[in-house]
């Protein structure tokens, strides 16, 4: 217990630095995924080609080949990329990728008449989007925005192999210098499970004043 004790504060920063990767690449991911799917519902087909493309590649390649490419690629070129723009640039495609498809599924699930009536009432596109399909939308795939941050936050474990002292890192540190890895690991599995819930809780709490904002 003592050895916990005394390397909580290393772990807790750990935590910290993997929370801060998570919020930044999810908001982030919010936008590109919002972009991305705006292109898949486009009437152009160069346009759903584009979009089809980036959700191919970036859900097709794993995580960590990503993260490694974006590093080590760019001095290839003699461009140098620190570690974490690389880190948030992998881990913001990926979760961006994912949450395209999420964006596009909730939104085949508006009612089309809904769209259709605001077009007889003379809103124009923009409006549409912000007061018809946005609120809907939110609502409709809160939840599997929050399955996404949960995941991406698990999967933020791999910016280790670029050396940001993030959980892991801060527990592959520890263990070198203590050698008692069981502890240390088991001590970080459950940091991980807090902040899991952490994030679940906020989720639901947010889908219940979502759904208590519809009910009035």
Known sequence: MGLITAN????????????????????????VGAAVCGLQLSTSPV???????????CRGLPLLVTILAIFYLPPAFGLNIDAWPAAILALTLNTGAYQA????AGYMMIPASQIEAARILQMDP???????????????????????????????????????TDL?????????????????????????????????????????????GFQR
Do not use: C
Not at 47 to 57: K, T
Not at 101 to 104: G, P, V
Not at 143 to 163: R, Y
């Open 47 to 57: 346009a759903r080609g584009l979009g089809r493309g980036f959700v191919s590649v």
């Open 126 to 164: 923009w409006q549409i989007r912000v007061y018809v399909v946005a609120p809907q939308l939110l609502r409709l795939v809160l939840p599997s925005l929050t399955n996404a941050a949960v995941d991406i936050m698990k999967s933020s474990s791999l910016v280790s192999v670029i050396a940001i």
């Open 168 to 212: 892991v890192r801060v527990s592959q540190q520890l263990v070198a210098l203590t050698y008692r890895p069981v502890e240390i690991y088991a001590s970080a599995a459950l940091i991980y499970v807090v902040l899991t819930l952490m994030i679940s809780g906020l989720g639901q709490l947010a889908e219940r004043r979502l759904g208590m």
């Open 8 to 31: 909580l504060p290393q772990l807790l920063h750990g935590a910290a630095i993997t929370l801060v990767l998570t919020v930044v690449s999810v908001a982030l991911g919010m936008i």
């Open 101 to 104: 498809e999420i964006y596009r």
